[in-house]
């Protein structure tokens, strides 16, 4: 759907409902859930909301996940946390025209609503959609096309909902949930991982789930209203594909990795025996995880999103390498070269009490390169010991 953004946009100014329109009894108001997509951010699925009304000859997708690549200012906002994503409202069947394109299986689930209900929800939309309301700044874990529809069905039902937890099956954290949607050995579960700190580790509440199109949909499936009727009055399949299997990338993350521990390993191995340094790979080892550790601290301090604060990634992207990177290219070392490399071997014995205490996950495609940088920081503390 999002591939027809400029398409969409148009087809929007076609349509301009006056506050005064009425549903009419015959009108459903539906949950359209999307399987996931090929690419990165359709991995997750996709949630919309889907007005249908035959006596006014309505059928109209409200979609929250609408963005636009080609904004000039997309990607500094998106570096910077401020992802302005828009709700748009088209003709249902070029959405699921473009699903059964994609190949994405689409399920609906009609909303268990009384008449006056369903006004409320569709006014709500069509106030929501109007130029000025329409944007809004998107968080993939707290914000996003999924979480919109569970907050307005709150708002429209009020303590009338009972939205139930009966689809945990087991406590996950969200970082869990998101590695099972995209697979963890992969480079764009590699650098989401590596960019966002550990507000992602903490088990998350059944609110937090539906964060995931999935387990709104499995939440709806079992939630009821005060009544004690079901929230959902039916489900229907309307296209039926498989859903497309998680691999990982080939060359995968931690393949490469384990290749770069084998050649740094066999460097240093041969600088031992010789005596000597290799100072061009120190300098790359050293520049890289400076510069993704400045990379961090900037997300982390500079930027708008929620889940970049306490990385403890930094511990092996340690920002100062960007700087000391420089002084081991001189032909004398300095004294406190020492001291430094002490420092990042503590620090990268850390990393596993982080982990295994729960305070923060790490991917474990990143394992091979943390034992690399440990083997050569202990090579480059010894040698600068003997200096």
């Not at 100014?13 to 859930?33: M, P």
């Not at 699925?45 to 000039?72: E, M, S």
């Not at 025209?97 to 008449?115: F, G």
């Amino acid at each position: 759907m999002l591939k027809k953004y400029v398409l969409l946009l148009l087809l929007v100014s076609q349509f301009n409902f006056a506050q005064t329109v009425q549903l009419s009894v015959y009108s459903e108001i539906s949950i359209v859930t999307s399987g996931p997509g090929v690419n990165l951010y359709e991995k997750f699925g996709h949630t919309a909301i889907r007005v249908k009304d035959p006596v006014l000859n309505l059928d109209l997708l409200y979609n929250y996940g609408i963005f636009d690549f080609n904004d000039p200012n997309f990607y500094a906002n998106f570096v910077r946390g401020f992802m302005k994503y828009k709700l748009a409202r088209y003709p249902f069947h070029y959405a699921l025209k473009s699903a059964q394109q994609d190949e994405r299986w689409v399920k609906q689930q009609v909303l268990n609503l009384n008449i006056k209900e369903r006004n409320e929800f569709f006014q709500f939309l069509e106030q929501n959609v109007k130029p000025e309301n329409a944007s809004y700044f998107y968080d993939p874990f707290f914000d996003n096309c999924a979480t919109r529809p569970r907050d307005i069905t709150k708002s429209i039902l009020k303590e009338k909902l009972n939205l139930s937890e009966g689809f945990i099956t087991e406590d996950k954290s969200i970082r869990t949930l998101m590695n099972e949607k995209i697979h963890p050995n992969s480079w764009g579960s590699f650098g989401i991982n590596i960019a966002l700190g550990n507000r992602l580790d903490k088990i998350a509440s059944a609110e937090e789930y539906l964060y995931l199109p999935e387990y709104l949909y499995e939440a709806y499936e079992v939630s009821k209203i005060s009544n004690g009727e079901s929230l959902i009055k039916k489900t229907e399949t309307l296209l039926d594909f498989e859903t497309k299997s998680v691999n990982a990338d080939f060359p995968s993350p931690l393949l490469v990795f384990t290749l770069l521990l084998i050649i740094v390993a066999i460097i240093t191995y041969k600088d031992y025996k010789k005596k000597k340094q290799t100072k061009i790979l120190d300098f790359i080892l050293l520049f890289s995880t400076g510069l993704v550790g400045v990379l961090i601290v900037f997300l982390w301090f500079f930027t708008n999103h929620s889940t970049a604060p306490n990385n403890f990634n930094f511990l092996w992207a340690f920002a100062p390498n960007f700087v000391v990177s420089f002084f081991l290219l001189g032909k004398t070392q300095k004294t406190w070269i020492k001291k430094y490399f002490l420092i990042l071997i503590i620090l990268l014995a850390l990393i596993p009490i982080i982990h295994f205490t729960g305070i923060q996950k790490f991917t474990y495609s990143i394992i091979p390169f943390i034992a690399l940088l440990f083997l050569r920081y202990l090579f480059l503390y010894k040698i600068s010991t003997q200096k």
